[in-house]
């Protein structure tokens, strides 16, 4: 078993990983159970974010680790609220005060297309040179009003027309064969499988 810390203190990010990794050989850890505090994201797309939370948590825990930048991009917001998507409203954001901000900025608009995005960043210590970046994308359209019980964030806006409802709808197993979060940790896998070994 490779013990990996997640660059997170997202328990419901971990149990959504944690289906999709199951019977892999990895067993993710949260970094708050190491008391260590988020890193500060300075980057101006989700790649670099990724690396920054990737390289934080392994340099405080000396294990490898597994970041995950992600965020919704919404067509007629210019791609807002991207990589804010966690603190698009500000001081004391939660997933409610996110979604209502949301809503409000497409009142009246027609254009309701937005893509999930989440970029994976993986590395086998703080200063690996050729750590692993893994993306996935997944379009929908945005609610006039949240739906559903399950996940958190968007999910209660996020509607999936092929799928005929919105992402808060589906099972987690239904949500991990389609979500780009599922998209990208199939891709780590596969390239996980694959890689050189990078010495320390």
Known sequence: MSRVVLASGNRGKLKEMQQVLADTGFELLLQTDFNIDDADETGLSFVENAL??????????GLPALADDSGLCVDALGGQPGIYSARYSGEGANDEKNNAKLLDALAGKTERGATFVCVLAYVR???DPLPLICQGLW??????APRGENGFGYDPLFFVPELDCCSAELTPEVKNRNSHRGLALR???SQWRTAPSVST
């Open 52 to 61: 920054i939370k990737a390289r934080h948590a392994s340099r405080e825990t």
């Open 125 to 127: 210590h703080a200063d």
């Open 139 to 144: 379009r929908g359209e945005i609610l006039d």
């Open 187 to 189: 891709e780590f896998l």
